[in-house]
T-cell receptor, first 109, second 114 residues
């Protein structure tokens, strides 16, 4: 079973920041949090990952709470092309990525 | 640089027929994964290779599924015979390996068994 929980769906207005939450209350001290997204009819695309510090790249920012039990992926200026399913993943004890159902993010014009 | 290449993109076969999917990973990536994705669900790992060695095939239905990765580069996933329940998208991914989980995915092969 996936070690994360995410809301099944979210809406966001185009041009606004999209904030996608993820709970991973059983995460251990050395486990990373990974975010991928999957646009319709395409394979998943890596977005970002982090351990305990906040991370930022050209696609998104990742905010991890101090207790590491939850995180938020932020798309600062969402566009229609950001409509996708977003997956938050913590590898299991065998270092495998166990994928849940993700959050379906719909960006509205 | 080309990404992960999969073929075919789509495949429709009758049940009990064999089918094969091909994957060419990113050059230099030692780890190769095959996933199956059913509609509305996340990908499910079928098998993981480190170079030529299958290091995790616990989720591969071995009675009908087989995979190989000759010379540690390209890989083929085969189903024989196919069943109706095998209809899904089959995804191949590759990564540098070790604990580097930044995996790159192909576009997948959508299999329909009729």
């Amino acid at each position: 079973d996936a070690k994360t929980t995410q809301p099944p769906s979210m809406d966001c207005a185009e041009g606004r920041a999209a904030n996608l939450p993820c709970n991973h209350s059983t995460i251990s001290g050395n486990e990373y949090v990974y975010w991928y997204r999957q646009i319709h009819s395409q394979g998943p695309q890596y977005i970002i990952h982090g351990l305990k510090n906040n991370e930022t790249n050209e696609m998104a920012s990742l905010i991890i709470t101090e207790d590491r039990k939850s995180s938020t992926l932020i798309l600062p200026h969402a566009t229609l092309r950001d409509t996708a399913v977003y997956y938050c993943i913590v590898p299991d004890s065998n270092y495998q990525l166990i994928w849940g159902a993700g959050t379906k993010l719909i960006i509205k014009p | 640089e080309a990404g992960v290449v999969q073929s075919p993109r789509y495949k429709i076969i009758e049940k009990k027929q064999p089918v094969a999917f091909w994957c060419n990973p990113i050059s230099g990536h030692n780890t190769l994964y095959w996933y199956r994705q059913n509609l509305g669900q996340g990908p499910e790992l079928l098998i993981r290779y480190e170079n030529e060695e299958a290091v995790d095939d616990s989720q591969l239905p071995k009675d009908r599924f087989s995979a190989e990765r000759l010379k540690g580069v390209d890989s083929t996933l085969k189903i024989q015979p196919a069943e109706l329940g095998d209809s899904a998208v089959y995804l191949c991914a590759s990564s540098l390996g070790g604990t580097k989980w930044q995996a790159f995915f192909g576009q997948g092969t959508r299999l329909t068994v009729v």
